[in-house]
Every structure is written in structure tokens, then in C-alpha cells.
């Protein structure tokens, strides 16, 4: 792997920003605004929102995993974007699509910097449970704090964001709110992970070295974090704004899994990964809703199949495929354009 | 003969025109959001059941007739999974199909996510869920189908304080929506009659309950109320407070599911004392009712004991279509609904509440009935008046 | 004061079944490197086939108890040698085998026995009382069966062969494989041995409590707290956080009420994971 440590290699040395990858999960988020114009059948608008909503905050757990972190904290991120939304709405009247999208990515990226100076230290599993912890405290304070969230009925009666001050009410104007919130929040993933690659494969790679050799570890750290709770603030206001609800049961600790398994299936190398292990997961929880109570066993053995099968995810698997059809050997041992397979990672 | 057989196809010719005319003009399509899946499985398989025998009797008796053709009705139902996500997208999905008449949801949980999702898409429902907030004044298309406890806690609670003799009670109940929306409800009737109450709130996976007991025990409770705890932990709160010397009267303020609290509980002795609260009240007309269920659909009716309740809704919903001439208009099918009086063939008269409790008269209160064990045996039900608010 | 004796009484119940679950999540981690998320699973699991067993095919009591411990290590050591062992070296991938692994469990149980709880009575009732202090004679039972597996997960570990085999792999798992430890045979024997602890948990505990599908998914939680505080992989640690654990959530909850009660848990083990990230007798960090 790579361990050169660049300490700030000027912009013009650097190789394109984003890979092949990144443009066409791009591409994809791009091609959704379409939809809203085009569809009114309101199957497929709910696909759609819930396919971006799920993607952008699995997006919480991929800037994570840069940092060989693996993160349950994501709801806890989306409890407090979706629930600074439906307070500045319901007790401020800020309707403002843009102020609000502001401060659903600001208020949990602001939480995470002094959660993060307490728990970015642990490592590895340590790391894995304590942030699955701290879902279940955001959780019981989500009930506890009921003069301000509404306790256990969450906030009801949110009015309809507003854009340029035309309200996004219907079933169209929410989900084209969802993609530009999707779209944002994609954005940002991409070029903040792309821009400090090396640092952060540096860190992923062996982190105590890093530090050694003069790579403020902490302070990439600390970033992450804070861009993976503004993401998935981002995924909360998105979710908030398809119910007009805020309630604890939308950030429920286990969900957390839900959106872990969304970026490892889809292969947890790049941001396409992390898209279409939503796309294929939730249709799959869609499709299997048909088979009743046998759903979520098939979902299992789905994450079983794919885990043992499909080393690298989906999106892994199938680029090893192409490079291999177009008789090139895969570029993924070169930690600059490090987008390919990456499961196979030392110890 | 030739002439017999050309008739006969011309017939069945000009009868297939007809119906595909009927078809097209009119063919109801009732939406189920209904949790099919996890432990609550039981109470959508109930709706879903409900739901199919009103579709069929109303065909089959041509009780849906608009602009003079027998309408059709067909169901369809999606998981919705007991959660708010699980049932915005199954109403997305049946909003997608142009459905506009929702039969559903079970769950608080569901209700919060179905309604935002079927006002936006302009359809008329009956809802279940105990949730304060079930239906409102800003909701004017959602009807429930039958009260929580604040129809019908204060009279079980009366049964209660005629047979044994309390001055306080403990309420517990878990501390999300579908506990804290019931206890408090409970917690304000019992007040009401001059008991002195605590309430005590356990977090929702807890499975040994020995602490809540010993608070319970603590506060010196006379009697104790489950309201809405699931049933597997209402029966080892019961086992535990009996364990730990508990004597008094314990109520389920909450809904069904006496048989399994028994069950996990370790029998009726260890219940002794117990009421609880029964939808319906099983005379001749309710069994009448099943064996219509079971002529017409071959089978035995689903077990949970709602079935009941969600007949009625959806016989009251064919009715208000009918009333508004309408099988896809929201609003004039709400409206013709709101004029019609509360009334079902197998049950009787009932009223419409919930103006004092939603701000909103939309709710449909029929008889229901008050269960009751008395040291460990298992008295008759108690038939109890429909709530009125008038 | 008999309050307070009698919540230090619930304390070590609560603790005692703590420490059953958390010996065998310790075990799996300390020797595998893997964080079962399917230990709950195995918890209902062992606790359905107990019911089957003892009330459908009218077995002793004891004896199904027993059954339930084989069956549950039968499954935890096919689930390792021919799923998890595939997918061992890559920690993430182990998480995701195991999630899903819960999810056919649960579901497979759900679809067999139905959604209600049955009726799976503890043999004994009947309790001990003393003024305002009681104990249940079937809650003594299962601390004396929790004893015994301490016990015997000590001398396991310490006192034999296989368990000097597994500390070693433990240590350090390429010197042990070059020493000739026999790692295709230890790892799923290590995965049946905690599995088969957590059968038995099931089909002790559940009668006590409830029977139901969904019972295993707070034995998770709790697990994870449990090994936390003690520190990963440690059998000494474990078997004193699950005690400790037990005593502040019966504290907490008989003091301050259910959820407030939880709130304080979960805030004290994230407090001690910051202080001391190793947990209480936690060695170096693990990088698995």
C-alpha cells in the first residue's frame, strides 16, 4: 500500500481530482433532478427519495471508512440535522430551503468536533461500539428532552420548505429537494475525500507512522468527522422533509446497520460504491416487502452472499470484471488512483 | 339450437361489453398499508382479512352501485412494516396505482408516516393507532376507526374500583409514542376518580424488569396498569411484581393480548386479578359475522380480534363512497362520510367522537367490551355502551 | 435499606446473566477478532429449542437445557468453519457475515414458532423471603449454572491444552500457526464453545423471562457494553463489568427510573471508554 506522506502537495501536481468513479456517481445523482419532471407516478418518487436518502447517509459511514473507521453514529448525525430543521421551521418559521440546508449540515458538523476530540482516539472496534452507543444516548435523549423534541410523538406539522419563496409541497418538489440535497452532499463527500486522498490513505494505512512522520492525523481525523455529521444532517433533513415529521423511531440505533451495509455491499473503495449499494439494497427491501414476514432473512442472506462472493462490493466486483475483460490489470495498487477492489488489507 | 347458441354468444357477448364497460367506469380499488412482517404481524393479517371479506360481500350484493353499475372492488396491501418509512413508501406505492380509498394503517409509527404521504396524494382513510395525534383537524380526510383509552379506559377503570378497593396505581409503559401517549391518557382518567398515580417508563428492549418492579413496589400501588406495554413484556412485568409480593388488581388500559401476557405470565393464577379492554363484545351478531366470514371466504376469520373493528370501518367507508357518488374523490367521499351516522348490520349504533380529544369529529365508537379475571378464573365479558360525547 | 439489599439482589441476577452472554462475545473476539453481531441469535435460539424440547417433546428440564447448549454449538461451529472462516481476516466483512447471519436466524425462528411468546415456565417457582427482601428460587439456579460456567471457562482457558492453543492464537496468531497450532481446528471449536454458552443462556434465562423472537436483540446491546467495560477479549474483565454493569442498571433504574436509568449506563461506559479506551482490564488495543 501506499505509506509516502505527502504533507501538502501543491493543487497543479496533483492528478485529476475525481476518478472515474466519483463522475459517474455524480453523473447518476445528476441524472435523478429528471426524474421530478418527468414522473408523477408516486412509486417511483418515493423509490427515488428513499434510494438518495439512504445513499446520502450511508455517505456518513464511506468518509469513515477512509480513515478505516467504521461508524454506527450516523443516525445519531441525522437526529440532529433533521431535528434543527423541523425546530427552525416549526418554532422560527425559517422555511428557507437553502438556511435550512445550512444548518442541517452545520449543527451536527459542529457537535461532531467536540464529540469527536473525545472518541477519534479509539480504533478499530473500539471505535465501532462506542459510536454504537452513542446512538442509543442520542436516542434516549431524543426522549428525554421532550419540552424541545416533542419526546417520544417527535415534531408534527412542519410547514413546506421553500425555494426562492415557492413552497415545495408536493410529491415532485419533495423529491427534487432530496436531490439537491443528495446532490450537495455528494459533492462535498467526493471533494473533500478526493482532495486529502493521500493523507487519508496515509492514515488508513498505519496512522501511528503518519504522525510520526509529521501528518497532523488528528486534525484529518477531526475533518472527517465533522463532514460525515454535516452529510448525514444533510440525509436528516431529507428524511424529515418526506414525513414533515420529526420522530425518534426515523433515527433508530439499529437503522445505522442498515446504511453500514449499504457502503460495504456496494463496495466501500469509492462514492459509486456507497450509491449503488442503496440503490440495490432498497430495492431489495422493497422487492422482498412482497414476501411478508420472510423479508428480512432473505435480506441476510443477501449481505451473506454478496460478503463472501463479492469481496470489494458490487461496484468492485464488476470494475475487476471490465478491467479484466479489457485485458488491463485493475489500477488499485497505486494509492493515487486508488479506486478499484480494496478488500484485501493487512491486519 | 343454432339460433339458441347465437343468442347464447350474443349474450355473453353483449354481458362481457357490459362489464368491460363496468369496468371502466366503475372499479374500486381499496389501498391496505399493512404491517405483514415482525412481531406485529398478527394485526395486519387482521386488516388485510377485514379488508377482502368487505370487498367481496360488497360485490357479491351489489352494495356498491354508482350511476346504476355494480362497481367492483379489488384490495391490494403492502408490508408497511410497522414503521413510519415502511408505510410512507407502501402509500407511495399504492398512491402510484391511483388508489385513493385507504384502508390502514395498524401502528402509531405507520400513522405518522402514512398521513403526510395520503394527504399529499388526496386520499380518504381509516386509521387505527392509540397515538394522540392519530387524526386532527389538519388531516380532515383521515377517520379512526375506533377509539383509544380515552373512549373507553374510564369505564373498565370503574369496573375495576366497584370490585376491588384502590386509593393509588402505578401505570408502566414504554417510553416511546405508542407507551407514554397511552399512560398519560390512562394516568388523567384515573386521577380523574381520585386514585393517586405514578407512572413509570421502561426503555423499549428491556427484558428484565426487576428494577421497574421494585419502584413499582416502592410507591406502595394498590393496583397497577400495563397500558400499552407489548404483551411478551406485560407478562414478565406481571410474573416479576407477583414474584416480588404484589397482591393487587392489575388493568391492560392498552389493547388485546391477555392470552399471551398469560402465556409468558405462567397461567391465569398468576394473573389473579386482571381487566382489560376487548374490542368487541362476542354475542350471536359477532358470531353471525364470522360465519359470514368463513361462507364467504373459505376459511376461518384471522384471529386477532380487531378483524372486527376493521369490518365495520370498511363497510363504513363502501358506505360513504356510495353516500358521495364518487370513487375517487378524497374530499366528497370525507364529506358524505361525515354526514352518515354510525351504524353497522352486525354490531348496531354507534356515534361519532373525538371533537373534545382530536379536535376533530371523526371517529367512529362502537359497543366494545371489558374483560375481566377474578382469583385466576376467567369471568364473561362485560358488554360496555358505545362511548358518546354528547 | 431493604430496598437498597434487595436492587443489589436484582444487581447480581441482572449480572449474572451478563456474564453468561458476555463470556462467550468476549471469547469470540479474544480468540477469532470477530464481533458477533449474531451472539443474540444463538441466545433465542438455545432458548427455543430448550421450549421445544421440554415442553413439545416433554424432556427433563435439565436435558434440554443440555440440548440446547449441543445444538447451538453445532451451529456456531458450522457457521464458522464453512461461512465466517471464508471471510476471517477482513474484520468489516466478519461484521457483515454475522449481521446477516442474525437476520436468517431471527427470521428462521419467527417463521417456525410464530411472532407470540409461548409458554416456557422455569421448573421451579416459588420464592425466598425475608421481610422486603425476595429472590426467586429459579433466579439462584441460574447463578449457580453462571458460576459453573465461570468456572469451567477458567479452567478451559487456563488449565488445558486447547486453552493455552487459544491464548496463543490470541497473542499472536502467526507465531502460534508457526509453533503448529492447529488454527482450523481451534477457531470454530472457540466459536462452538462461546456459541453453545449462549444456548445455554437462552434456555436458562427465557423461561425465567419471556420467549420471543425479538429477545436477542437488547442481548446484543448489553453484550456490547458488557465486553466494553471490561475490555475486549477479557474473561476476568468481562465477568467483572457484567456484575458491574447489572448493579448500575439495577442502581439506576430502581433510583432514577427506567429510561433515565439506561441514559445513566450508557453514559458512564462512554465516560470509561474515553478515560481508559482499553476498558477495565482491557490489554493494548486489538487492531483486528
Request: charged content about 15%; hydrophobic content about 50%.
Amino acid at each position: 500500500m501506499n505509506n509516502r506522506v505527502p504533507k501538502s502537495l501543491p493543487a497543479e501536481i496533483r492528478p485529476s481530482l475525481f476518478s472515474g468513479h466519483d463522475w459517474i456517481a455524480l453523473a447518476i445523482v445528476c441524472l435523478t433532478f429528471v426524474i421530478p419532471f418527468t414522473s408523477t407516478n408516486p412509486q417511483v418518487l418515493s423509490q427515488t427519495n428513499l434510494i438518495l436518502i439512504a445513499a446520502t447517509a450511508a455517505l456518513g459511514v464511506y468518509i469513515m471508512q477512509r480513515l478505516d473507521l467504521m461508524s454506527f453514529a450516523v443516525p445519531s448525525f441525522m437526529a440532529i440535522g433533521g431535528y434543527t430543521v423541523a425546530l427552525l421551521s416549526m418554532k422560527l418559521q425559517l422555511t428557507d430551503v437553502f438556511v435550512l440546508a445550512a444548518a442541517a449540515f452545520l449543527m451536527p458538523a459542529l457537535c461532531a468536533i467536540p464529540l469527536g476530540a473525545l472518541i477519534l482516539r479509539l480504533k478499530g472496534v473500539y471505535f465501532v461500539l462506542v459510536t454504537f452507543v452513542l446512538t442509543e444516548i442520542v436516542q434516549l435523549l431524543l426522549f428525554e428532552a421532550g419540552p424541545i423534541t416533542g419526546g417520544s410523538n417527535g415534531l408534527v406539522g412542519m410547514p413546506a420548505v421553500k425555494i426562492f419563496g415557492m413552497e415545495l409541497w408536493d410529491n415532485p418538489h419533495v423529491l427534487l429537494t432530496t436531490c439537491g440535497l443528495a446532490f450537495v452532499s455528494f459533492i462535498v463527500t467526493s471533494v473533500f475525500t478526493r482532495w486529502f486522498r493521500s493523507e487519508f490513505a496515509a492514515i488508513e494505512t498505519n496512522d501511528v507512522l503518519a504522525e510520526s512522520l509529521g501528518l497532523a492525523a488528528w486534525k484529518y481525523k477531526a475533518m472527517a468527522f465533522s463532514v460525515a455529521a454535516g452529510v448525514s444532517g444533510l440525509a436528516g433533513f431529507a428524511l424529515v422533509n418526506m414525513l414533515l415529521t420529526a420522530h425518534p423511531s426515523s433515527f433508530a440505533p439499529m437503522s445505522s446497520v442498515n446504511y453500514i451495509t449499504y457502503t460495504i455491499v456496494g463496495g466501500k473503495a469509492s462514492i459509486l460504491g456507497t450509491l449503488i449499494g442503496a440503490l440495490l439494497l432498497v430495492s431489495a427491501t422493497d422487492y422482498f416487502a412482497l414476501s411478508g414476514e420472510m423479508s428480512p432473512g432473505l435480506f441476510g442472506l443477501l449481505i451473506i452472499v454478496v460478503t463472501m462472493v463479492a469481496r470489494g462490493g458490487v461496484v468492485g466486483v464488476v470494475s475487476g470484471l471490465l478491467y479484466r475483460l479489457a485485458g488491463q490489470s485493475p489500477p488499485l495498487k497505486n494509492g493515487e488512483q486508488d479506486l478499484g477492489v480494496n478488500g484485501e488489507k493487512g491486519q | 339450437m343454432t339460433i339458441g347458441l347465437g343468442r347464447l354468444v350474443c349474450g355473453s357477448l353483449l354481458a362481457s361489453a357490459g362489464f368491460v364497460g363496468a369496468v371502466s367506469a366503475c372499479e374500486l380499488k381499496i389501498g391496505v398499508p399493512a404491517v405483514l412482517s415482525g412481531p406485529a404481524a398478527q394485526w395486519g393479517i387482521a386488516l388485510r382479512g377485514a379488508t377482502e371479506f368487505v370487498a367481496k360481500e360488497t360485490m357479491e350484493e351489489k352494495r356498491l352501485v354508482i350511476n346504476g353499475v355494480a362497481c367492483t372492488v379489488s384490495v391490494k396491501s403492502i408490508d408497511s412494516k410497522y414503521s413510519a418509512e415502511g408505510a410512507a413508501s407502501a402509500t407511495s406505492a399504492l398512491a402510484a396505482e391511483g388508489i385513493k380509498v385507504i384502508i390502514g394503517p395498524v401502528g402509531s409509527p405507520e400513522v405518522t408516516g402514512f398521513k403526510p404521504v395520503a394527504t399529499r396524494n388526496r386520499m380518504v382513510a381509516m386509521v387505527n393507532s392509540f397515538a394522540k395525534n392519530s387524526i386532527g383537524p389538519e388531516w380532515p380526510t383521515v377517520f379512526h376507526i375506533g377509539p383509544g383509552p380515552s373512549g373507553w379506559a374510564a369505564p373498565i377503570i370503574d369496573v375495576g374500583l366497584q370490585r376491588y378497593k384502590f386509593k393509588t396505581a402505578a401505570i408502566v409503559a414504554p417510553n416511546d409514542q405508542g407507551g407514554t401517549d397511552i399512560a398519560s391518557v390512562n394516568a388523567d382518567i384515573f386521577k380523574q376518580r381520585g386514585v393517586t398515580v405514578t407512572e413509570e417508563y421502561y426503555q423499549r428492549g428491556t427484558t428484565n424488569f426487576a428494577p421497574i418492579v421494585t419502584r413499582i413496589m416502592a410507591s406502595n400501588a394498590e393496583a397497577l396498569d400495563l397500558a400499552s406495554s407489548p404483551a411478551g413484556d406485560a407478562g414478565i412485568i406481571v410474573k416479576q411484581i407477583r414474584q416480588a409480593g404484589f397482591t393487587g388488581p392489575i388493568f391492560r388500559l392498552g389493547g388485546p393480548g391477555t392470552d399471551e401476557i398469560a402465556r409468558v405470565a405462567g397461567g391465569l393464577d398468576i394473573l389473579k386479578d386482571f381487566l382489560w379492554y376487548e374490542p368487541v363484545y362476542m354475542d350471536d351478531n359477532m358470531r353471525a359475522l364470522e360465519q359470514k366470514y368463513e361462507k364467504l371466504m373459505g376459511s376461518v376469520r384471522p384471529e386477532n380480534s380487531d378483524f372486527f373493528r376493521w369490518t365495520f370501518a370498511a363497510r363504513m367507508m363502501i358506505k360513504a363512497i356510495q353516500a358521495a357518488g364518487t370513487i375517487d374523490n378524497a374530499e366528497k367521499i370525507a364529506a358524505a362520510m361525515r354526514t352518515l351516522p354510525v351504524e353497522d348490520e352486525h354490531i348496531g349504533k354507534g356515534y361519532w367522537i373525538g371533537q373534545k380529544f382530536f379536535g376533530i369529529n371523526q371517529e367512529m365508537s362502537y359497543p366494545f367490551a371489558i374483560g375481566v379475571i377474578q382469583g385466576g378464573v376467567k369471568q364473561p365479558l362485560i358488554r360496555a355502551e358505545a362511548v358518546s360525547e354528547k | 435499606m431493604e430496598s437498597f439489599i434487595a436492587t443489589g439482589l436484582i444487581g447480581i441476577s441482572l449480572g449474572t446473566q451478563y456474564t453468561l452472554l458476555a463470556l462467550g462475545f468476549t471469547l469470540i473476539f479474544g480468540i477469532l477478532g470477530v464481533v458477533n453481531f449474531a451472539h443474540g441469535g444463538f441466545y433465542v435460539m438455545g432458548g427455543y429449542v430448550a421450549y421445544y424440547c421440554n415442553v413439545i417433546l416433554g424432556l427433563p428440564y435439565p436435558v434440554a437445557v443440555l440440548m440446547a447448549m449441543l445444538s447451538m454449538a453445532a451451529l456456531g461451529w458450522l457457521f464458522e468453519a464453512f461461512i465466517l472462516e471464508r471471510v476471517i481476516e477482513d474484520h468489516q466483512a466478519t461484521l457483515m457475515v454475522t449481521m446477516g447471519f442474525y437476520l436468517v436466524m431471527a427470521t428462521a425462528i419467527l417463521m417456525i414458532f410464530g411472532a407470540e411468546s409461548p409458554q416456557f415456565p422455569f421448573p421451579v417457582t416459588g420464592v425466598w423471603r425475608l421481610g422486603g427482601i425476595y429472590f426467586p428460587y429459579a433466579n439462584m439456579i441460574v447463578l449457580g449454572a453462571c458460576l459453573a460456567a465461570i468456572v469451567f471457562v477458567y479452567w478451559l482457558v487456563y488449565r488445558t491444552n486447547i486453552g493455552r492453543g487459544m491464548r496463543a492464537m490470541s497473542e499472536d496468531l502467526p507465531v502460534a500457526s508457526a509453533l503448529g497450532m492447529r488454527t482450523k481446528a481451534l477457531f470454530p471449536f472457540a466459536f462452538a464453545l462461546a456459541t453453545g454458552l449462549a444456548g445455554g443462556t437462552g434456555a436458562l434465562v427465557t423461561p425465567i423471562l419471556a420467549l420471543a423472537p425479538h429477545v436477542g436483540d437488547s442481548v446484543l446491546a448489553f453484550s456490547f457494553l458488557t465486553v466494553i467495560l471490561g475490555g475486549l477479549g477479557s474473561v476476568t474483565g468481562a465477568t467483572c463489568a457484567a456484575f458491574i454493569v447489572g448493579l448500575i442498571e439495577a442502581y439506576a433504574a430502581v433510583y432514577l427510573g427506567g429510561s433515565k436509568g439506561a441514559l445513566t449506563l450508557f453514559a458512564l461506559v462512554l465516560i470509561i471508554l474515553v478515560v481508559r479506551p482499553q476498558g477495565l482490564l482491557g490489554r493494548e488495543v486489538r487492531r483486528s
